[in-house]
């Protein structure tokens, strides 16, 4: 069985400050992660995914994510927000067999 | 570019009156999902065809159908709406076989039902 949790339902910065968010995962497997993105009225973005490879991931917009087995866990980080990141992002965990589960999302607010 | 595409981006139907959503791709997955994504919630896996194999997920209605006429078109049929059943509907592909695990799913911009 596998499961993840999103430390943050909210998550409010100001614009040119550092992003975090946090991941936790559960998995039998060695899991495969991804963080998707996801803005009003739009479907989900990828922004990065781990499988197995290099622990530090780097995706689009300047996001990117550690694989942490110790800690069993995924934070996505940003270095500096931009107001075009304010959107839902969901932290995903896979073990194989198409079977995906999706973390509750965290909702970031980026204030000016 | 390659792409997922969901028609209509918005739908609105009357109680109980059928209605279908469609999802059209040119990525050539072989995986084609539906998912329910209700207001601040994550979205909820419905079915999935894998190939032309049909997987239901436990949960899923019955009032809720699913076609796949062919590899690149998949449609999501509501037999008998209710209000409970107004949310965003999802539809993602993924290629999954020999030499493609755990891959990612790529999402369309969804079809926002509303029921009257």
């Known amino acids: 069985a596998q499961s993840v949790t999103q430390l943050d339902s909210h998550v409010s910065v100001s614009e040119g400050t550092p992003v975090l968010l946090r991941c936790n995962y559960s998995?039998?497997?060695?899991?495969?992660l991804f963080w998707y993105v996801q803005h009003p009225n739009k479907g989900l973005q990828l922004l990065l995914k781990?499988?197995?490879?290099?622990?530090l991931v780097k995706g689009i917009n300047g996001f990117e994510a550690e694989f942490k087995k110790s800690e069993t866990s995924f934070h996505l980080t940003k270095p500096s927000a931009h107001m075009s990141d304010a959107a839902e992002y969901f932290c995903?965990?896979?073990?194989?067999?198409?079977?995906?589960?999706f973390g509750a999302g965290t909702r970031l607010t980026v204030k000016p | 570019d390659a792409m997922v595409i969901q028609n209509p981006r918005y739908q609105v139907t009357q109680f109980g009156k059928p209605v279908t959503l469609s999802c059209s791709q040119t990525?050539?997955?072989?995986?084609m999902y539906w998912y329910q994504q209700k207001s601040s919630q994550a979205p909820k896996l419905l079915f999935h065809?894998?190939?032309?194999?049909?997987?239901n997920e436990a949960d899923t209605p019955d009032n809720f159908q699913s076609r796949r006429p062919n590899t690149s078109f998949c449609f999501l049929d509501i037999r008998s709406p209710g209000l409970g059943d107004a949310a965003m509907y999802l539809c993602?592909?993924?290629?999954?076989?020999?030499?493609?695990?755990?891959?990612?799913?790529?999402f369309g911009d969804g079809t926002r039902l509303s029921i009257l």
């Open positions: 993602a592909t993924s290629r999954a076989g020999a030499g493609y695990s755990n891959q990612p799913q790529h």
């Open positions: 998995s039998s497997y060695s899991p495969s």
């Open positions: 781990y499988t197995s490879a290099a622990t």
């Open positions: 995903v965990v896979s073990g194989g067999n198409n079977d995906m589960r």
């Open positions: 990525l050539n997955h072989n995986v």
């Open positions: 065809y894998y190939d032309k194999d049909f997987n």
